[in-house]
């Protein structure tokens, strides 16, 4: 794995793309930073993470357009696919990579919260708790531009369709007070976002059957569930979809001051959780 990480984190500042990263990072945290903290005389650093996030929005989907993509169109992924190392680890090895490159700028910046403090009030606490919670929202992003990098062999659906579920995620929480609160339209949504869910694993594994049982056990659940039990579902798709804001875990940090545990481990938990989807995409195409 340490071969194919020291492989791409050269490739990344071989092709470029790492120093135009870096540099578009740092650019646009240091007008931030001149704007609300040094200007403004705002005592928090997390007001410039909280403008950042719309702005890594742009920059992460460059950085991991290519990570599977690029390979898989000029067919260099058939060296990594027969290297005698497990795929888990060729997606480690990637994805490490590219976690490293996000970290320099984060590490370059850490030192705003102390150019605070030379000149005022400063919160330290409160500003690096949300450095870790800005670099772990990072990493999610990361790690949903790989995933979606390891299913198309072109750069440009990579980067649009990254940055088109981090823009979800950005607007997840407005969009979810349009969803259907009365029970009969959870139960609907459940079933669309359940039948969505077979889809993905089928795309993944290729495993008609076992996507067939999973699209009946859940149809037959949720149908028995709404008959037996009809008020289960009153606002439940709201109050389940609610948990999908990411921004919000951060916002717990940068805008409440909250050091949210709970939060953390679901981003981690996250990463891993598409870690292991990238990697089932990845086992699919090399035994087909």
Not at 178 to 203: D, E, K, M, N, Q
Request: hydrophobic share 55%.
């Amino acid at each position: 794995m340490s071969a194919i990480y020291r492989r791409e984190l050269k490739s990344h500042f071989q092709s470029m793309t790492g120093y135009v990263f870096i540099a578009f990072v740092v650019l646009f945290i240091g007008i931030y930073f001149m704007a609300y903290n040094m200007m403004s005389g705002y005592p928090y650093f997390s007001y410039t993470l909280s403008g950042m996030v719309t702005i890594i929005m742009i920059g992460i989907p460059v950085l991991t357009m290519r990570s599977f993509a690029d390979d898989r169109k000029t067919k260099t992924d058939q060296l990594l696919l027969t290297a005698p190392v497990t795929v888990t680890k060729v997606v480690l090895g990637k994805y490490l990579s590219m976690v490293t490159v996000f970290a320099v700028p984060i590490l370059l910046t850490s030192v705003c919260p102390l150019i605070i403090k030379m000149n005022g009030t400063a919160h330290l606490k409160a500003d690096y708790a949300s450095m870790l919670a800005f670099f772990l929202l990072g990493c999610v992003y990361i790690a949903i531009g790989m995933f979606i990098s390891s299913l198309t062999e072109s750069q440009i659906i990579a980067a649009v369709g990254t940055f088109g579920v981090i823009l979800l995620l950005l607007l997840w929480p407005s969009l979810v007070g349009f969803l259907p609160a009365s029970a009969s339209g959870s139960a609907i949504g459940f079933l669309i976002l359940w039948t969505l869910a077979v889809f993905i694993v089928h795309r993944v594994t290729s495993h008609n059957l076992l996507a067939a049982v999973l699209e009946a056990v859940g149809l037959i659940g949720i149908v028995g569930i709404y008959f037996i039990k009809r008020g289960l579902f009153d606002r439940a798709l709201i109050r389940v979809l609610e948990k999908v804001a990411v921004t919000d875990v951060f916002q717990n940090f940068a805008s409440h001051y909250i050091f949210d545990a709970g939060g953390l481990v679901s981003y981690i938990s996250i990463i891993f959780l598409l870690i292991f989807l990238t990697v089932q995409s990845i086992e699919k195409r090399r035994w087909s």
